[in-house]
């Protein structure tokens, strides 16, 4: 098992940056990601990457998030640069063995908010 603890979120205005942080202990898997959901809407994925460093993004954060793992640290990054309102969401560390399937069978940290105001 993987206990994963997010830590960075806050708040920022349209254009600004913030970085996320997610330390991992106990069992290490071969995927990491970050999702995100906002008020009513439902859990979408941000990023992923795996132990080879493949990496994967939404449609809507590419150009402007950068996820990243520092091995030695087991910790996981996501750079949000060009912060728009649109991104506002709690966000989610995950873990798991395969990234095609992470969002229906990883570990999931608690989540941090991240508010962006225009």
């Known amino acids: 098992q993987v206990q994963l603890v997010e830590s960075g979120g806050g708040s920022a205005q349209a254009g600004g940056s913030l970085r996320l942080s997610c330390a991992a202990s106990g069992y290490t898997y071969n995927c990491m990601g970050w999702f995100r959901q906002a008020p009513g809407t439902e859990r979408e994925g941000v990023a992923t990457?795996?132990?080879?460093?493949?990496?994967a993004y939404a449609d809507s954060v590419k150009g402007r998030f950068t996820i990243s793992k520092d091995n030695v640290k087991n910790t996981l990054y996501l750079q949000m640069n060009s912060l728009k309102p649109e991104d506002t969401a709690i966000y989610y560390c995950?873990?798991?063995?395969?990234?095609?399937?992470?969002?229906?069978?990883?570990?999931w940290g608690q989540g941090t908010q991240v508010t962006v105001s225009s």
């Open positions: 990457i795996d132990s080879a460093g493949s990496t």
């Open positions: 995950a873990a798991g063995p395969y990234c095609s399937s992470l969002s229906r069978r990883g570990y």
